[in-house]
C-alpha cells in the first residue's frame, strides 16, 4: 500500500514538474446569463467591456476547471480605473454554489436546461475561497456597481485567481473592462414586491439553526437583511403583515390596536428606501382547504387570555365588529404617520370567478369603511373591476384578457402581473431549470405589454435545507418547482444572493433604460424590445443579441 501511495506521488511530482502549474488551469470568462455547470468543461468564451450606464452593475462569470483539485482558490480584483485616474471600487467577488433539483420541472419547455449530476447552479456564495474538485468547473460571480455619479469612461482592472494544486501555488491574472456611457440610470419606476416570510422555522434558518423568538434582536437583525437584499434587487414595496406585526386586544366587544412592532419593520423599509407602496397582507383566506371556497376573514379573539385567530364569514357579526373598529384605526395611524397616501391593501389572494362573489363582498364592505382604501390583489378573475385599483393578474390571464387591462388602465387602475408555480412551458419565469435569461426577459416582457409591476410570492418561503433541495411540496401537497420558493439563502445570520436574483436585479435595469429611451424616441425603444419579446411566451434567448440590443439602447441614450 505504501508503495503504492509512493508511486501516485511520483506520477504527481514528475507531472507538476513537467508542466507549469498556470497551465494545468483553464479560466474562461463566460456569459453571465449562460448557467455553468459542475461538468461543463467547454465553453463558448466572451470577450470585451461590459457596456453600462452609470448606476448600473456590471457582471462577469468566470469558469475555472483542471484536471487537479484546486485547493483554496481565492480570486480579489484591483479596482478598476480610467484614464483620469477615477475609480470603480465596489466589487463583489462570489463562488456559485449547486443545489439540488429532486423534482424535474413539468410541462417543460424546449429549452429546458438538465444536469447529469441533478444539481443546479444558482447560490452566490459569500465566501473568501473555495476548493474545486479534480475534473469539475467552479463558477466565480462578479458584480462591479456603480451609483450615478460615475464618470463615462472605459475602466480598466485585473481579477487575480490563486490557489493551489498539487502543492504548488498558483496567480493568474485576468483584465476585466467596464465601459461606463454618459447615461444616468434615473430610479426604477417599476413596481417590485417580493413577498417575505417571517416566521420562526425562518428565522432559525437564518439564525445558523439557533432558535429565536419573534420581535427579539435577532428578529429584526433578519428583517433588516431580507430588506437590505431587496433594495439591492430594486424592490420597492413595504410588504407589511397586519396580524404579525400589530398587537390586538380585546375587552368584550371594544378592540385596542398597538401598532408599535407595524410602525418598527416599515421605518426599516423606510430607511432602506422602499416606499414607494405600502402593501398590507391579506386580511382573508379561503374557508376550507377548496380551491373554489367562499372567502371568509381573519378575526382574532381572546381566549383564556390569548389572542386566538379565527376565520368567519363577513356575516359573522363577529366579524363585522372587528373590522368597523380595525379598518378606521388602521387608516387613521396611517395618515398621521404620512403612510396612508401609497397605502394598498390585500383583501385575499388570487380570487377566481368560482369564489369572486364572497371577495367583492368583503372588499366593497371594508371600503365602506374607509373610502379611501386601495385594493391591490394577485388574482384570477376579471369580474372585480369595482373594488380593484391595482390589478395583478397571473401571466396567462394577462395574456387572455390583455384588451381588458389595458382598458383597467385607462381608467386610471395599476396592471402588474405575477407567476408563481405556474405559468409552466414556454413562458418565461424565474425556475431553476430555466435558461437564466428567462427571468431576465420578465421585465422586458412587462415593458413590451406595458404592465407598471410585478409581484412573487417566494422571496425566502425556505424549506429545512434549501441548499441541499429546491424543490417544495406544499401543505396542499403541491410540487412548486426548483425556485419557485425563495431566490435568496440563509447564511449564518446573514443572506447569500442567487444569479436568479442579479438576472432579476439586471431585468429591472433593462426596463428602466427601455422607459428612458421610450420617452426620447418612443418608436425605437419598442422596436428594441421587440427583438427579444416576440410573443407572450415567444422569445429570443440568446444572451449576445441582448447584449447587442442594450449596446443599441446605450449608444442611443447616448445622443445629445
Same mark, same amino acid.
Given at each position: 500500500?505504501?508503495?503504492?501511495?509512493?508511486?501516485?506521488?511520483?506520477?504527481?511530482?514528475?507531472?507538476?514538474?513537467?508542466?507549469?502549474?498556470?497551465?494545468?488551469?483553464?479560466?474562461?470568462?463566460?456569459?453571465?446569463?449562460? %448557467?455553468?455547470?459542475?461538468?461543463?468543461?467547454?465553453?463558448?468564451? =466572451?470577450?470585451?467591456?461590459?457596456?453600462?450606464?452609470?448606476?448600473?452593475?456590471?457582471?462577469?462569470?468566470?469558469?475555472?476547471?483542471?484536471?487537479?483539485?484546486?485547493?483554496?482558490?481565492?480570486?480579489?480584483?484591483?479596482?478598476?480605473?480610467n484614464?483620469d485616474?477615477?475609480?470603480? @471600487?465596489?466589487?463583489?467577488?462570489?463562488?456559485?454554489?449547486y443545489?439540488?433539483?429532486? &423534482?424535474?420541472?413539468?410541462?417543460?419547455?424546449?429549452?429546458?436546461l438538465?444536469?447529469?449530476?441533478?444539481?443546479?447552479?444558482d447560490?452566490?456564495?459569500?465566501?473568501?475561497?473555495?476548493?474545486?474538485? #479534480?475534473?469539475?468547473?467552479?463558477?466565480?460571480?462578479?458584480? /462591479?456597481?456603480?451609483? @450615478?455619479?460615475?464618470k463615462?469612461g472605459?475602466?480598466?482592472?485585473?481579477?487575480s485567481?490563486?490557489?493551489? =494544486?498539487?502543492?504548488?501555488?498558483?496567480n493568474?491574472?485576468?483584465?476585466?473592462?467596464?465601459?461606463?456611457?454618459?447615461?444616468?440610470?434615473?430610479?426604477?419606476?417599476?413596481?417590485?414586491?417580493?413577498?417575505?416570510?417571517?416566521?420562526?422555522?425562518?428565522?432559525?434558518?437564518?439564525?445558523?439553526?439557533? %432558535?429565536?423568538?419573534?420581535?427579539?434582536?435577532?428578529?429584526? @437583525?433578519?428583517?433588516?437583511?431580507?430588506?437590505?437584499?431587496? %433594495?439591492?434587487?430594486?424592490?420597492?414595496?413595504?410588504? /407589511?403583515?397586519?396580524?404579525?406585526?400589530?398587537?390586538?386586544?380585546?375587552?368584550?366587544?371594544?378592540?385596542? &390596536?398597538?401598532?408599535?412592532?407595524?410602525?418598527?419593520?416599515?421605518?426599516? &423599509?423606510?430607511?432602506?428606501?422602499?416606499?414607494?407602496m405600502?402593501?398590507?397582507?391579506?386580511?382573508?383566506?379561503?374557508?376550507?382547504?377548496?380551491?373554489?371556497?367562499?372567502?371568509?376573514?381573519?378575526?382574532?379573539?381572546?381566549?383564556?387570555?390569548?389572542?386566538?385567530?379565527?376565520?368567519?364569514?363577513?356575516?359573522?357579526?363577529?366579524?363585522?365588529?372587528?373590522?368597523?373598529?380595525f379598518?378606521?384605526?388602521?387608516?387613521?395611524?396611517?395618515?398621521?404617520?404620512?403612510?396612508?397616501?401609497?397605502?394598498?391593501?390585500?383583501?385575499?389572494?388570487?380570487?377566481?370567478?368560482?369564489?369572486?362573489?364572497?371577495?367583492i363582498?368583503?372588499?366593497?364592505?371594508?371600503?365602506?369603511?374607509?373610502s #379611501?382604501?386601495?385594493?391591490?390583489?394577485?388574482?384570477?378573475s376579471?369580474?372585480?373591476?369595482?373594488?380593484?385599483?391595482?390589478? /395583478?393578474?397571473?401571466?396567462?390571464?394577462?395574456?387572455?384578457?390583455?384588451?381588458?387591462?389595458?382598458?383597467?388602465?385607462?381608467?386610471?387602475?395599476?396592471?402588474?402581473?405575477?407567476?408563481?408555480?405556474?405559468?409552466?412551458?414556454?413562458?418565461?419565469?424565474?425556475?431553476?431549470?430555466?435558461?437564466?435569461?428567462?427571468?431576465?426577459?420578465?421585465?422586458?416582457?412587462?415593458? #413590451?405589454?406595458?404592465?407598471?409591476?410585478?409581484?412573487?410570492?417566494?422571496?425566502?418561503?425556505?424549506?429545512?435545507?434549501?441548499?441541499?433541495?429546491?424543490?417544495?411540496?406544499?401543505?396542499?401537497?403541491?410540487?412548486?418547482?426548483?425556485?419557485?420558493?425563495?431566490?435568496?439563502?440563509?447564511?449564518?445570520?446573514?443572506? @447569500?444572493?442567487?444569479?436568479?436574483?442579479?438576472?432579476?436585479?439586471?431585468?429591472?435595469?433593462?426596463?428602466?433604460?427601455?422607459?428612458?429611451?421610450?420617452?426620447?424616441?418612443?418608436?425605437?425603444?419598442?422596436?428594441?424590445?421587440?427583438?427579444?419579446?416576440?410573443?407572450?411566451?415567444?422569445?429570443?434567448?440568446?444572451?449576445?443579441?441582448?447584449?447587442?440590443?442594450?449596446?443599441?439602447?446605450?449608444?442611443?441614450?447616448?445622443?445629445?
Amino acid at each position: 500500500m505504501n508503495k503504492l501511495i509512493s508511486l501516485v506521488s511520483l506520477v504527481s511530482l514528475l507531472t507538476f514538474s513537467s508542466f507549469k502549474v498556470e497551465d494545468e488551469v483553464t479560466i474562461a470568462r463566460v456569459d453571465p446569463l449562460t %448557467k455553468v455547470f459542475p461538468e461543463n468543461v467547454a465553453f463558448r468564451s =466572451m470577450n470585451g467591456a461590459v457596456e453600462i450606464a452609470a448606476g448600473e452593475h456590471a457582471v462577469f462569470q468566470y469558469a475555472v476547471h483542471s484536471g487537479f483539485s484546486i485547493k483554496n482558490l481565492h480570486v480579489s480584483c484591483e479596482n478598476l480605473k480610467n484614464k483620469d485616474g477615477m475609480s470603480l @471600487n465596489n466589487i463583489h467577488i462570489g463562488y456559485v454554489g449547486y443545489v439540488g433539483v429532486g &423534482f424535474p420541472l413539468d410541462q417543460r419547455p424546449h429549452d429546458v436546461l438538465s444536469s447529469s449530476t441533478g444539481i443546479f447552479p444558482d447560490p452566490i456564495l459569500d465566501e473568501k475561497e473555495c476548493s474545486v474538485p #479534480n475534473g469539475q468547473t467552479q463558477s466565480v460571480w462578479i458584480t /462591479v456597481s456603480t451609483t @450615478n455619479t460615475a464618470k463615462p469612461g472605459l475602466y480598466k482592472g485585473y481579477l487575480s485567481f490563486q490557489g493551489s =494544486m498539487g502543492g504548488s501555488l498558483f496567480n493568474i491574472k485576468r483584465e476585466i473592462e467596464v465601459k461606463v456611457y454618459p447615461v444616468v440610470l434615473e430610479e426604477p419606476s417599476f413596481l417590485s414586491l417580493n413577498w417575505y416570510h417571517d416566521t420562526v422555522s425562518n428565522l432559525t434558518l437564518f439564525n445558523g439553526g439557533k %432558535k429565536a423568538d419573534l420581535f427579539s434582536d435577532t428578529y429584526w @437583525n433578519f428583517i433588516e437583511a431580507l430588506v437590505k437584499k431587496m %433594495k439591492e434587487g430594486y424592490q420597492n414595496v413595504a410588504l /407589511v403583515n397586519l396580524f404579525t406585526h400589530i398587537d390586538f386586544n380585546q375587552n368584550g366587544d371594544t378592540y385596542s &390596536f398597538d401598532f408599535s412592532h407595524f410602525d418598527k419593520i416599515i421605518e426599516i &423599509f423606510q430607511k432602506a428606501g422602499i416606499m414607494k407602496m405600502i402593501a398590507g397582507t391579506q386580511l382573508g383566506d379561503r374557508s376550507t382547504g377548496a380551491w373554489t371556497s367562499p372567502y371568509y376573514l381573519h378575526v382574532p379573539e381572546k381566549e383564556n387570555g390569548k389572542m386566538v385567530d379565527h376565520l368567519y364569514p363577513l356575516e359573522n357579526s363577529k366579524t363585522k365588529n372587528f373590522y368597523k373598529q380595525f379598518i378606521p384605526a388602521l387608516m387613521d395611524h396611517l395618515k398621521q404617520k404620512g403612510w396612508d397616501k401609497n397605502y394598498y391593501q390585500h383583501i385575499a389572494d388570487e380570487p377566481i370567478d368560482e369564489n369572486v362573489e364572497s371577495y367583492i363582498a368583503i372588499s366593497k364592505y371594508i371600503k365602506s369603511l374607509a373610502s #379611501n382604501i386601495r385594493i391591490i390583489e394577485a388574482c384570477q378573475s376579471t369580474k372585480l373591476a369595482d373594488v380593484i385599483d391595482a390589478w /395583478v393578474p397571473i401571466l396567462p390571464s394577462y395574456k387572455s384578457n390583455y384588451e381588458f387591462f389595458k382598458n383597467r388602465q385607462k381608467q386610471g387602475n395599476q396592471v402588474w402581473f405575477y407567476t408563481c408555480c405556474f405559468p409552466k412551458g414556454e413562458y418565461v419565469n424565474r425556475f431553476i431549470e430555466l435558461p437564466l435569461i428567462k427571468t431576465r426577459l420578465v421585465y422586458w416582457l412587462a415593458f #413590451n405589454y406595458g404592465a407598471v409591476g410585478y409581484l412573487h410570492w417566494g422571496f425566502n418561503y425556505w424549506n429545512d435545507n434549501p441548499y441541499k433541495e429546491t424543490t417544495i411540496v406544499d401543505s396542499y401537497t403541491t410540487t412548486l418547482p426548483a425556485g419557485d420558493s425563495f431566490i435568496v439563502y440563509p447564511n449564518n445570520g446573514k443572506l @447569500n444572493g442567487s444569479i436568479r436574483f442579479e438576472a432579476m436585479r439586471d431585468g429591472i435595469e433593462d426596463y428602466t433604460l427601455l422607459k428612458m429611451l421610450e420617452k426620447k424616441n418612443s418608436e425605437e425603444a419598442h422596436k428594441i424590445c421587440g427583438c427579444l419579446i416576440k410573443g407572450w411566451d415567444s422569445y429570443d434567448t440568446n444572451p449576445e443579441h441582448l447584449r447587442e440590443l442594450r449596446h443599441q439602447m446605450l449608444e442611443e441614450l447616448s445622443k445629445k
